[in-house]
């Protein structure tokens, strides 16, 4: 089974990375005010505090570092997931004591920006806009018929493995 996170984001591997060679570059997309703000008031909503708002527009609760070992775009990671709407349904998760291994620079950009924060051993909690990640198509996925378009997306992400 394919994980959602990873989705169309094989075909970037494929063309950023050949023979060993990764030329795979930091993600740099902001997200647009409005976006930023559905996320604050979303935060608000639900009472949750002590979210740190990223330079891209994202927000996070690191509640575990992990190492000094941050992974960077061409860095091989492994790590497990709940990908979640803002009616708190689950999209999308790993299944107990699976990991999925990925260059990080695959993945969408709310997820990679976020994981670079922290190091091996680290969990995240990552409030994402639309544009860091599916964007502004309905995105089809294995629990739920449908990932709607311009969806927040809360994931709760462990950090496994960096290399």
Partial sequence: MKY???GSFLLMSILG???GECNLQAYTTVAPQNEQQEIV????????????????????????AGDANKPVPC?????????RL?????FD???????ITERLGVLNGGIQLGLSLVGKG???QLFVPPTLGFGSVDVP??????????????YEVSLISVN
Avoid at 41 to 46: A, F, M
């Fill in 75 to 83: 860095s091989i990671i492994s790590f497990q997931y709940k990908g």
């Fill in 41 to 64: 008031t979303y935060l608000n909503s639900k009472g949750i505090t002590g979210a740190t708002k990223h330079p891209n527009g994202f927000y996070y609760i690191i509640s575990n």
């Fill in 17 to 19: 990375c050949k023979k």
């Fill in 93 to 99: 998760e790993t299944p107990p004591g699976a990991n």
């Fill in 141 to 154: 996925n294995p629990i739920n018929p449908v990932i709607p378009a311009n969806s927040m997306l809360i």
């Fill in 86 to 90: 803002k009616n708190d349904s689950t």
């Fill in 4 to 6: 959602l996170v990873i």
């Fill in 122 to 124: 680290g969990q995240i």
